[in-house]
């Protein structure tokens, strides 16, 4: 995700990272949010910048299931999807843990993802199943986790 108002690469990652935390974690507040950024290498991130962040990204806050407010991307303000985006813009991020793959992916390319995943028809996969921003892989043998892992992030061009 490239956004034009981005004026540094250190404030590119900044970006993406705050994402990818916000996508996989629930935040009750920004300083929660900083903690985790200054733990993934950004020691010196004020709260500034991260209201900034969270400006740029479009977050927005939303009660979850226990009725706490939260941060969450907001749909409308992501990119509306398109053909002509390359998978490596579609996928925000791949993770397994022993037993299965998970990705995360902007919103709205979750099924486009698993399409091209069933397309290649690799062999070590059980199932894919998806929705509309994540795709759940699991391998025919969770001992060769590691190995689907690493052919789907070959077969999607992440490497």
């Known amino acids: 995700m490239r ?7 250190k404030e590119q990652r900044q970006l993406e990272l705050c994402q990818q935390l916000i996508v996989h974690k629930s935040y009750r ?8 950024l200054k733990q993934h290498g950004f020691e010196a991130i004020s709260q500034s910048t991260v209201s900034r962040l969270l400006k740029l990204l479009g977050v927005i806050k939303r009660s979850n ?6 941060y969450a991307l907001n749909p409308m303000a992501q990119p509306q999807p398109s053909a002509a985006r390359s ?5 925000i991020s791949v993770e397994h843990n022993s ?13 486009a993802v698993a399409k091209i995943l ?6 070590e996969i059980l199932g894919v199943v998806s929705g509309s921003s994540v ?5 025919r043998d969770v001992r060769k986790t590691p ?4 052919r789907i992030m070959q077969t999607l061009g992440l490497n």
């Open 3 to 9: 956004i034009s108002r981005v004026s540094s690469e």
């Open 29 to 36: 507040s920004q300083e929660q949010l900083r903690c985790d």
């Open 65 to 70: 299931a226990k009725g706490e407010k939260i």
């Open 87 to 91: 998978v490596a813009e579609m996928v």
């Open 99 to 111: 037993e299965f793959i998970m990705i995360h992916t902007v919103s709205g390319y979750g099924r």
């Open 118 to 123: 069933d397309h290649h028809a690799i062999t």
């Open 135 to 139: 795709v759940w892989i699991a391998p």
């Open 147 to 150: 190995l689907v892992h690493r």
